[in-house]
C-alpha cells in the first residue's frame, strides 16, 4: 500500500499562485508515475498533470504554460506549481501515484479561486 498525503490548498484570487505537495510513504516497491488529477462536482475526474520517474512530465492543455510538476525521488514527493490561476481551476485536487502496477490516490485538497 502507498499512502499519499496532499497539502498546499486553499483561496486564492484569479492570477495568483498556489504550490500543491504531496508526500508518499508505505511503498514496498519504487514508485513510478505521480500526478495530480482534479474534480468538480457532478463532473468526472480529469488528469491534470503527471510526471514519470525520469521526469517526463504530460499536462493537460487547459494547464499547460501555467502549472508546473516536479518530484523529489529521495523524498517521495510530488509537487504542482500552479500560476496564473483561473476561477474553472476551482476543484478538489489529488495526488496519485502508481507502484507495482497498482494505482493510489491521496484523499484530495480543495483549490478555490476566487474572480
Known amino acids: 500500500q502507498v499512502q499519499l498525503v496532499e497539502s498546499g490548498g486553499g483561496l486564492v484570487q484569479a492570477g495568483g499562485s498556489l504550490r500543491l505537495s504531496c508526500a508518499a510513504s508505505g511503498s514496498r516497491f519504487s514508485i513510478n508515475t505521480m500526478g495530480w488529477y482534479r474534480q468538480v462536482p457532478g463532473k468526472q475526474r480529469e488528469l491534470v498533470a503527471q510526471i514519470s520517474r525520469d521526469s517526463s512530465t504530460n499536462y493537460a492543455d487547459s494547464v499547460k504554460g501555467r502549472f508546473t510538476i516536479s518530484r523529489d525521488n529521495a523524498k517521495n514527493m510530488v509537487y504542482l506549481q500552479m500560476t496564473s490561476l483561473k476561477p474553472e481551476d476551482t476543484a478538489v485536487y489529488y495526488c496519485?501515484?502508481?507502484?507495482?502496477?497498482?494505482?493510489?490516490w491521496g484523499q484530495g485538497t480543495q483549490v478555490t479561486v476566487s474572480s
Open positions: 496519485s501515484a502508481t507502484a507495482s502496477f497498482a494505482h493510489f
